[in-house]
């Protein structure tokens, strides 16, 4: 059962790191987004990451398949062991660093990563 959640893990890591992103983003509106974020003085920061969390629900019978609850530190000290720390993102000329990628999500704060809702399972990736 314990390979079945690493490989778990492992894999919706490498599909998120390696998803092809169906929508260009304008520099100059990343820019201006950017700029807007920075200006406004009633956001607050954002609570501090210290989950990765993965579920997997079974949605006939409503059990969870699989539930994975890792600390952040141990998804960054696996992204530093990581061979190739570099993914190129297909169709758009680009790289992502695997540990510049978790500062920049660990900054935003909580959030939802991926949510995939099938016909026989729901699968949610998020950080907490």
Do not use: H
């Amino acid at each position: 059962m314990k390979k079945v959640i690493w490989i778990a893990v492992l894999v919706l890591m490498a599909l998120f790191l390696t998803a092809e992103f169906s929508y260009p983003i304008d520099r100059d509106d990343y820019q201006v987004i950017k700029r807007a974020v920075q200006e406004n003085p009633k956001i607050e920061p954002a609570k501090e990451v210290k989950w990765f969390k993965v579920l997997v629900v079974d949605n006939k019978t409503g059990k969870e398949k699989v539930k994975i609850t890792m600390p952040i530190t141990l998804v960054e000290i696996f992204a530093r062991c990581a061979d190739n720390k570099e993914v190129r993102v297909k169709n758009m000329g680009c790289t992502l660093n695997i540990e510049e990628l978790l500062a920049e999500l660990k900054k935003v704060g909580p959030l939802a990563i991926v949510e995939i809702n099938e016909e026989d399972e729901t699968v949610k990736v998020w950080l907490e």
